[in-house]
């Protein structure tokens, strides 16, 4: 029971992963807006972008297959850190699942959450800060660019020339993020999925599915943004040698974010979050509900 629940929230997790790449790196580059980069500093502030227009710049600059620029890197990371994250709520949430009455207080499925989606991204941090490199990679001048080949030579060059450190660099951000996503998104799935039934509002079919995967998507997306702005930037900062980081930690990028940006800046890519986060945890409850009828007897 254990291990099908890791498989079956591991394929889900890759094919809607893989699905919204796209959104995921438009979201990326859209978050990066307005912070300082070395090419733009004497250029004055940026001008800010929409995410179609994010989207139709990249395709320009460098060819529609740029939309799935650091995809190895979002396979890796769904299979490290989402395949753990699902499996272990899964597990939690039958343990602690009242046998008489077969019901899980919400507090529960949240609690479910936060230690399952700890345990996923301390495991699939290394993906991550890739993925983020890799994604944001694009926005800088071709002189700057790391041009990682694959995740594999990105995990290899981060090792080398910035230690196996780097491979956690923003780790506190990404178990952060991780906790308020798994707890928002899963838990919310449930709870409007039992809401749903019980109130006899449709069936236990496709249309309850999307339903209730897509409020988890827009509840998951307005609670996690804010970190998941820090989380980037502090991924995708340059540390050269002999120089002063640009963000000593987390606080120091809120900080500084803040008021070089506003308060709203942490919000920045939230158009694109939604849009990907919708999508993306519809095609996953969607998916894992089929796979789960399919892998029902074993």
């Known amino acids: 029971m254990g291990v099908k629940g890791f498989v079956e929230g591991g394929v889900a997790s890759i094919v809607a992963g893989c699905t919204t790449h796209p959104l995921d790196l438009i979201k990326v580059r859209m978050q990066l807006q ?14 800010l972008q929409g995410p179609i227009s994010v989207g139709l710049r990249i395709i320009q600059q460098d060819g529609a297959a740029a939309l799935f620029s650091g995809v190895s890197a ?3 990371r769904q299979t490290l ?39 996923g991204a ?61 707890a928002s998104q899963l838990a919310s799935y449930d709870q409007f999925k039992e809401m749903i039934l019980e109130r006899n509002l449709m069936r236990d079919g496709l249309m309850t599915h999307v339903a209730a995967s897509f ?19 502090v991924m995708n900062m340059k540390v050269e040698a002999g120089k002063a980081a640009p963000y000593s930690g987390a606080v120091d990028c809120a900080v500084k ?9 942490l919000y920045k890519g939230f158009i694109p979050t939604i849009s990907r986060q919708g999508p993306f945890t519809v095609v996953l409850f969607v998916t894992l509900e089929q796979i789960r009828k399919l892998l029902k007897d074993f």
């Open 215 to 233: 409020a988890a998507g827009f509840v998951a997306a307005v609670a996690s943004n804010p970190v998941d702005v820090i989380k980037t930037r």
């Open 74 to 76: 979002t396979v890796l």
């Open 34 to 47: 307005g912070e300082a980069a070395p090419a733009m500093a004497m250029h004055g502030p940026a001008t």
């Open 257 to 265: 974010t803040i008021g070089a940006e506003g308060p709203m800046a």
């Open 122 to 182: 301390a495991v699939g941090n290394p993906a991550d800060v890739a993925m983020v490199r890799m994604q944001a990679d694009g926005r800088l001048p071709l002189s700057e660019r790391r041009n990682y080949k694959s995740v594999v030579d990105a995990i290899s060059q981060m090792s080398k020339k910035e230690g196996i450190g780097s491979l956690w660099r923003g780790s506190s951000l990404t178990v952060n993020r991780a906790m308020v996503v798994t």
């Open 81 to 119: 850190y989402s395949t753990t994250r699902m499996g272990l709520y899964e597990i939690l949430k039958n343990k602690w699942t009242d046998p008489k009455t077969n019901r899980l207080p919400l507090s529960r499925k949240v609690a479910a959450g936060l230690i399952a989606g700890g345990v």
